[in-house]
């Protein structure tokens, strides 16, 4: 069984750019979650896919974006980069969206800086 | 979303029980209590969760008050490799999102 691998795991970009995150969701999860995670904070929810479509959206702008492929693997998509969009971003991946008494497993996240 | 209150940061000795509180005072029937940990420069880990009752597993316990306004995460002989940022987190039944605070930064000295 493999677990959730994220791609790259850092990376530069400037201002105005546009960045897309990859996720490899572990095997068997249908369900996608993405977190940014500013430096000594906690993780904030961006948004959550499962089988393919968005089920919930946190505090974030229409320039965050998402898809999930029907193998469930999801990328984050990033327009008109900001510098405080500068973070950690973690993927998550979990065997249903509904039963929040299972677990969420993460990956070891995307450093994005933006200059 | 119902919020946590968690100490800033807490220390423990080696090889000592570590008692973590949790505070959730406007939690609901249907929320999950949830405990992650994130270990420098990695994602966040699954620690333990429950519901009602008290939950054991190899990595720790969880102990609920009966009126589920507080929790604590125990860990019975912590090691160094338990230092690390633990979150305590509700979650509800019909959404799929986990909500974390500033957690509790512990420290384990040798």
């Known amino acids: 069984e493999t677990g959730v691998t994220q791609s790259p795991t850092h990376l530069i970009k400037t201002r105005g750019q546009q960045v897309t995150l990859r996720c490899s969701s572990q095997s068997g999860h249908n369900t996608v979650s993405w977190y940014q995670q500013a430096l000594g904070q906690g993780p904030q929810f961006i948004f959550q896919?499962?089988?393919?479509?968005?089920?919930g959206r946190g505090n974030f702008p229409p320039r965050f974006s998402g898809l999930q492929f029907p193998n469930y693997s999801s990328e984050l998509n990033v327009n008109a980069l900001e510098l405080d969009d500068s973070a950690l971003y973690l993927c998550a991946s979990s065997l249903d969206r509904v039963r929040m008494n299972t677990e969420a497993f993460f990956g070891q996240g995307t450093r994005l800086t933006v200059v | 979303d119902a919020k946590t209150t968690q100490p800033n940061s807490m220390e423990s000795n080696e090889e000592e029980p570590v008692h973590l509180p949790c505070n959730h005072s406007t939690i609901s029937g249907t929320d999950y209590i949830h405990w992650y940990r994130q270990l420098p420069s990695q994602g966040p880990e699954y620690v333990i969760h429950?519901?009602?009752s008290n939950v054991n597993n190899r990595m720790a316990s969880l102990a609920i008050a009966e009126d589920r306004k507080s929790s604590t995460l125990i860990l019975h002989r912590a090691t160094l490799r338990d230092a690390a940022v633990y979150y305590c987190i509700l979650s509800r039944g019909s959404q799929g999102n986990l909500i974390f605070g500033k957690g509790t930064k512990l420290s384990v000295k040798p």
């Open positions: 896919y499962y089988r393919e479509e968005e089920n």
């Open positions: 429950g519901l009602t």
